[in-house]
């Protein structure tokens, strides 16, 4: 159940991450605090953030799905 979670945890952050980076709501919400100046280093944030939780994704999901020696097809 827990890697369930860390599964469910890193597919939203990772479809969060893709909503800040391919689409300008950051860099609005950013001006709109007056620090839009930050918008420039974005990438250099975003873009890792955003292979981080794919790694973590990929990774809880492959955790998560049984092996073929867990199986046990005769018992």
Avoid at 5 to 29: M, Y
């Amino acid at each position: 159940m827990r890697r369930n979670k860390w599964f469910i945890g890193s597919v939203v952050g990772f479809f969060i991450t893709l909503l800040c980076c391919a689409t300008p709501l950051l860099v609005i919400f950013l001006g709109l605090l007056g620090l839009g100046a930050w918008g420039g280093y974005l990438d250099y944030i975003l873009l890792p953030l955003l292979a981080v939780f794919f790694i973590l994704a990929v990774s809880t999901y492959k955790k998560s799905k049984p092996s073929s020696a867990n199986r046990g097809c005769c018992s």
